[in-house]
């Protein structure tokens, strides 16, 4: 199945291919958190939603970063468990618990709950 997904923008509707990178990235979120509401809804599941997000902060500056974390934050009322995987240090603490894998002295991995 192919999708020609349009974007609109003030009054036209453009292709992704239009944005910039870091804007692309952000589309792509908003795609996704979509689609994970309609197929809840779809499927009727109201409880146990959650989303997970892998490096979406890579491509973005601090302004857009914070405007994405105040966007998944408005999302925590439809999925209780919003899970981030980040490299980026900023993003510690943004949120009510946040862990921290590590590599130990052994090169065994360790996680810890951040302060």
Avoid: C, W
């Avoid at 199945?1 to 509707?13: A, K, S, T």
């Avoid at 491509?59 to 105040?70: C, G, K, P, V």
Wanted: charged share 25%.
């Amino acid at each position: 199945m192919i999708f020609n997904l349009l974007v609109r923008d003030i009054d036209n509707d453009y292709p992704i291919e239009r944005f910039s990178g870091g804007e692309q990235d952000d589309i792509a979120v908003a795609l996704r958190i979509a689609l994970s509401r309609y197929l809840a809804e779809l499927h009727q599941v109201h409880e146990s939603t959650f989303l997970i997000f892998d490096e979406i902060f890579g491509s973005q500056d601090e302004e857009r970063r914070a405007n994405l974390l105040t966007a998944l934050r408005t999302q925590e009322s439809r999925f209780p468990q919003i899970l981030l995987i980040s490299h980026i240090a900023e993003i510690q603490g943004e949120f009510a618990n946040t862990l921290v894998v590590e590599m130990g002295t052994d090169s065994a991995s360790r996680v810890r709950e951040a302060e």
